[in-house]
T-cell receptor, first 115, second 111 residues
Framework: DVKVTQSSRYLVKRTGEKVFLECVQD?????MFWYRQDPGLGLRLIYF???????EKGDIPEGYSVSREKKERFSLILESASTNQTSMYLC??????????????FGEGSWLTVV | GNSVTQMEGPVTLSEEAFLTINCTYT??????LFWYVQYPGEGLQLLLK?????DKGSNKGFEATYRKETTSFHLEKGSVQVSDSAVYFC??????????FGTGTQLKVEL
């Protein structure tokens, strides 16, 4: 089975802190994604990466950056955390393009609270 | 741009009842359509998908048919169980890697 592992399930950070959310997948997938999930808004794409060192902005990239130095690892960075970034963050990966029938696999999520 | 509209929840049903969760979409071209399920405390799992008009996706007793004429992809199950209690997300992709999700519908099944 594909395993997408998010290193931290629950985090509490202070406003202004730099926050790293780490994600690792074990199936040599090309594509990796970061979403945030908020009640009433569903899932919104922050960034995705289709190869090492490659990234593209999603729908809500403001306040976030990403890093993909190795194929299996995709990090989400909050440069200066703010309270409106309190949310559930979901990492995902896929072997190829979703439009071509490839399944996206999700991690269990990281609950981030910014105080 | 692409968008997905789902019925609001929570939906509360008794065990063995019939389930329908409505999903309609707006998209250019010919999107692929998906239903994902999120059990409490977990990430999302793909439940079923359909990649062209009139396709029916099915899994674990759930079904959904891609209706291009009504731009819909309603999720159905003939007899729900308590273990089906979860949040269900409808999603589409218009191409490439981007999935657009609906807001999710919470289902509660009671004995």
């Amino acid at each position: 089975d594909v395993k997408v592992t998010q290193s931290s399930r629950y985090l509490v950070k202070r406003t202004g802190e730099k926050v790293f959310l780490e994600c690792v997948q074990d199936m040599d997938h090309e594509n990796m994604f970061w979403y945030r999930q908020d009640p009433g808004l569903g899932l919104r794409l922050i960034y995705f990466s289709y190869d090492v060192k490659m990234k593209e902005k999603g729908d809500i990239p403001e306040g976030y950056s990403v890093s993909r130095e190795k194929k299996e690892r995709f990090s989400l960075i909050l440069e200066s955390a703010s309270t409106n970034q309190t949310s559930m963050y979901l990492c995902a990966s896929s072997l190829g393009g979703v439009a071509f029938g490839n399944t996206i696999y999700f991690g269990e999520g990281s609950w981030l609270t910014v105080v | 741009g692409n968008s997905v509209t789902q019925m609001e929840g929570p939906v509360t049903l008794s065990e063995e009842a019939f389930l329908t969760i409505n999903c309609t979409y707006t998209a250019t071209g010919y999107p692929s359509l998906f239903w994902y399920v999120q059990y409490p405390g977990e990430g999302l799992q793909l439940l079923l998908k359909a990649t062209k008009a009139d396709d029916k996706g099915s899994n674990k007793g759930f079904e959904a048919t891609y209706r291009k004429e009504t731009t819909s992809f309603h999720l159905e199950k003939g007899s729900v169980q308590v273990s089906d209690s979860a949040v269900y997300f409808c999603a589409l992709t218009g191409g490439g890697n981007k999935l657009t999700f609906g807001t999710g519908t919470q289902l509660k099944v009671e004995l």
